[in-house]
């Protein structure tokens, strides 16, 4: 099946500065990115949809300027977490989907850690 | 929006059946899904099911999908502890999907 990677898999960084995390699809082109969130024995929650080329789309109460996003390829899209802050600590997933296969399946990236102290 | 609920634990014995449900709102769901999320991964696909579909066979997984109560089910045969993790539904109309909360399933020995 289609391989999503992250990168890094832990982060740990201090108050006030940004960190930035990698999707690639590794062995496929996805026009289609996706950036999830997941808090403690809650489910994903969407924070982005980004497409390559154009501007995400953020979800209702995502702060783009906090949460920069960026898809300059068909197999890399970024988040860039600005200015992190304790708060901002989560599991930070991507997802990508592989539009020739004509299906909606998306694959996941093994998530990213994000500890802010 | 949309809505996608689960029961949140189930806990069986080795070799014993799982079942896992979940219910969902959106009538125009497209493709209903299964992820499975051991402890610090990611979301690992199981398994989907077309909504025109009402049932999905994969080796030990069986999925069964009642489109007019929204309702879908997850049944794993002879689970394994290997098979303990968090399972989600999610569906998707046309782009985004929508996740369910997860239902932890432990198996024990």
């Known amino acids: 099946g289609a391989v999503v990677s992250q990168h890094p898999s832990r982060v740990i960084c201090k108050s006030g500065t940004s960190v930035k995390i990698e999707c690639r699809s590794l062995?496929?082109?996805?026009?289609?990115m996706f950036w999830y969130r997941q808090f403690p024995k809650k489910s994903l929650m969407l924070m982005a949809t980004?497409?390559?080329?154009?501007?995400?789309?953020?979800e209702q109460g995502v702060e783009k300027d906090k949460f920069l996003i960026n898809h300059a390829s068909l197999t890399l899209s970024t988040l860039t977490v600005t200015s992190a802050h304790p708060e901002d600590s989560s599991f930070y997933i991507c997802?990508?989907?592989?539009?020739?296969?004509?299906?909606?399946?998306?694959?996941f990236g093994p998530g990213t850690r994000l500890t802010v102290t | 929006g949309e809505d996608v609920e689960q029961s949140l634990f189930l806990s069986v014995r080795e070799g014993d059946s799982s079942v896992i449900n979940c219910t969902y709102t959106?009538?125009?769901?497209?493709?209903l899904y299964w992820y499975k999320q051991e402890p610090g991964a990611g979301l690992q696909l199981l398994t989907y099911?077309?909504?025109?579909?009402d049932m999905k066979q994969d080796q030990r997984l069986t999925v069964l999908l009642n489109k007019k109560d929204k309702h879908l089910s997850l049944r794993i045969a002879d689970t394994q502890t290997g098979d303990s993790a968090i399972y989600f539904c999610a569906e998707t109309g046309y782009s985004t999907l929508t996740f369910g909360k997860g239902t932890m399933l432990l198996v024990s020995p």
């Open positions: 062995d496929f082109q996805a026009t289609t």
């Open positions: 099911i077309f909504s025109n579909m």
């Open positions: 959106d009538s125009s769901s497209t493709y």
């Open positions: 997802s990508a989907r592989d539009p020739p296969s004509g299906s909606y399946e998306q694959y």
């Open positions: 980004s497409n390559e080329g154009s501007k995400a789309t953020y």
